[in-house]
């Protein structure tokens, strides 16, 4: 998650909203793919974080599928993410600070225990919570400042 947050300082640095992710081989200790928010810099509404990691770990592995990866991010996802985690087939979410506007995993939307998925996402909420959500709220008072 460490990594995960120096991701996310250095998009609040380049003016995106400060979430960073990271996709991680547990079992090898591997570190497969990073991304932080960049929709701004990309011009791509889909370049949040999580997606940039999942597409850098897809490419690392050589296949879309990610089963027992674990991907790491500061902020919840949002319901693009959330479909990505499960399309990726992610075995682990590990975020930061909730989402109470657009999160999809907890705070609006329970996007990971649809009946309709095949696949379902261990989550675990609320690792370096406080770190997490200072920085957006930080990078937000001084956006409004």
Do not use: K, W
Request: charged share 20%.
């Amino acid at each position: 998650m460490r990594q995960a947050l120096a991701l996310a300082q250095t998009a609040a640095e380049c003016g995106e909203v400060p979430v960073g992710a990271v996709v991680v081989d547990p079992v090898a200790g591997v570190l497969l793919g990073q991304g932080r928010n960049s929709p701004i810099g990309l011009c791509d509404p889909s370049a949040h974080a999580e997606i940039l990691a999942l597409r850098e770990a897809a490419t690392e592995r050589g296949n879309y599928r990610l089963p027992g990866a674990t991907l790491y991010v500061t902020v919840e996802p949002c319901m693009m993410c959330v479909g990505a985690l499960v399309h990726a087939r992610i075995e682990r979410l590990v975020f930061g600070a909730p989402e109470p506007r657009t999160g999809a995993v907890v705070s609006r939307a329970q996007g990971l225990t649809s009946a309709a998925h095949n696949h379902r996402v261990a989550v675990t909420a609320g690792v370096l919570l406080d770190e997490c959500a200072a920085l957006m709220q930080r990078f937000f008072r001084q956006r409004r400042a």
